[in-house]
């Protein structure tokens, strides 16, 4: 919350024929993270890709890999992306059956030295952090119902990052706090203000025709909106 504000670009909007090229773009850009949406067409309708995928991305990225599993029995396949390369993986509340399953999911990302997360999908509030928040890495708050790239920014969302703000502060800990669906230029300001620092960005950067200037100019508004707070 309220760190330094990076950009994740999603790689489900950029080119799958050149995703090395495409990495390397977003890189030089400056980009903070490499955000892999992983959908297995049951726990959202829509399927994308796995752990060969995150394989071969690891080997060519030279910043960290954010996987966001939008996956149904998380705690089954887990393993195999600790194994994979993720550096920060995400996981969905509204996929566990207990707060001791989302525990000990959090526990293994850590016995094995990656960071871990929770997202909410946007019907989901955030008191069901409660138990967790203080083992979490980063909070994931969805701006659209999880599922594909390129819908429109659900307003309010912003308010959700501050109640995770307020959460966490209760707790005594500082989470990073990304933000992901529908976010650009005219959505980032709000989030940000709000205590996200992480903004996953996929058509907003590589559907645009210039994306490493894109990602500059949608980072700059974040950095602004960081500082009017100031
Ligand atoms: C949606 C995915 C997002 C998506 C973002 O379920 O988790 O990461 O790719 O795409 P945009 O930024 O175009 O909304
Ligand atoms: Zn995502």
């Known amino acids: 919350m309220f760190q330094e504000p990076k950009i994740a670009p999603s790689i489900l909007s950029a080119d799958f024929m050149n995703l090395e090229s495409q990495i390397k773009l977003i890189e030089d850009a400056g980009a903070g993270y490499v955000h892999v949406d992983v959908m297995d067409g049951h726990f959202v309708p829509n399927l994308t890709i796995g752990v060969p995928v995150v394989k071969g991305l690891k080997k060519i ?24 390369g993720a550096d920060m993986i995400t996981m969905h509340v509204e996929a566990f059956d207990s707060v001791e399953d989302m525990q000990s999911a959090i526990n293994q990302c850590h016995e094995a030295g990656v960071k871990a997360a929770l997202s909410l999908k946007p019907k989901t509030p955030v008191s069901v952090l409660e138990p967790v928040i203080k083992d979490l890495d980063m909070v994931l708050i969805m701006s659209v119902e999880p599922g594909f790239s390129g819908q429109s920014y659900i307003e309010g969302s912003d308010l959700k990052v501050a109640q995770v703000v307020d959460m966490a502060k209760a707790a005594g800990v500082a989470p990073l706090i990304e ?8 959505t980032i300001a709000g989030v940000a203000k709000a205590g996200a620092d992480v903004f996953v960005c996929g058509n907003a950067v590589y559907a645009q025709e210039d994306p490493a200037q894109a990602l500059k100019d949608i980072e700059e508004v974040a950095r602004q909106a960081q500082a009017d707070l100031r």
């Open 179 to 186: 933000v992901d669906g529908g976010i650009g230029l005219k």
């Open 61 to 84: 990225a030279r910043i960290p890999l954010d996987v966001h599993l939008m996956i149904s029995n998380p705690l089954v396949q887990l393993p195999w992306y600790l194994g994979a």
